[in-house]
């Protein structure tokens, strides 16, 4: 998953949630399935899904920075590590 899919607008859908009494807000994306807020209003069950999102979001692209950190290392100084590891 890149970047671009993390800061992209996504296509939600709010509904009634007769098992959780409150409005249900989720993503349209396969990908976001399992994202969702409830509220009380079908605003608020939006705003709660757009926080699950943030923190979603927030934390793929740590693991995706640092991800592209290590591979930016190996790649400058792969030779280097090699070497040190057969000693």
Do not use: C, I
Not at 13 to 32: C, F, H, I, N, Q
Not at 47 to 60: F, P
Not at 78 to 87: F, N, Q, T
């Amino acid at each position: 998953m890149n970047n671009d899919f993390l800061t992209k607008e996504h296509s939600t859908m709010t509904r009634w949630s007769d098992k959780d009494g409150e409005w249900l807000a989720t993503y349209v994306e396969p990908e976001l399935r399992n994202l969702t807020g409830l509220g009380k209003t079908p605003e608020r069950a939006l705003s709660e899904l757009k926080a699950a999102y943030r923190a979603w979001a927030d934390r793929l692209g740590h693991s995706v920075a640092v991800s592209e950190a290590v591979q930016r290392a190996v790649k400058e100084y792969g030779d280097v590590l090699r070497k040190l590891g057969s000693e």
